[in-house]
């Protein structure tokens, strides 16, 4: 534990507080564009929520870039859907073929 407040002191001498730039210097920018909505106004908000909107839709799209098919990060032995697909009709005409196969013998 005391080890651990060492090293925040440490960090403390050498990074400036955030309590106190925030004291000393008031931008409008304080709750940008993580922080509570207290302090916007109704176009604050709004950009906020957009701004919140796009990043979240760029790590979509990104995601989606890195693993769709053919990707760069997507595995060679991943199916697509139409694979799936296919793999499990042939898997429901299978067991069903073996149902039959199963009652008639009984």
């Not at 925030?22 to 993580?34: I, K, L, S, V, Y």
């Not at 296919?86 to 199963?102: H, L």
Request: charged letters at 20%; one cysteine or more; proline letters at 4%.
């Amino acid at each position: 534990m005391t080890t651990m407040l060492n090293q925040f002191d440490l960090l403390s001498s050498i990074l400036p507080s955030m309590a106190h730039v925030q004291a000393n210097t008031r931008t409008g920018w304080e709750a940008w564009p993580f922080s509570g909505f207290g302090t916007l106004g109704f176009w604050g908000v709004l950009t906020k929520i957009l701004f919140v909107g796009a990043i979240f839709l760029g790590i979509c799209y990104l995601l989606r870039y890195l693993f769709k098919p053919g990707g760069p990060l997507r595995g060679d032995d991943w199916e697509t859907i139409e694979e799936a697909d296919a793999r499990r009709r042939k898997e429901s005409e299978g067991s069903d073929k073996s149902d039959d196969n199963s009652s008639g013998a009984s």
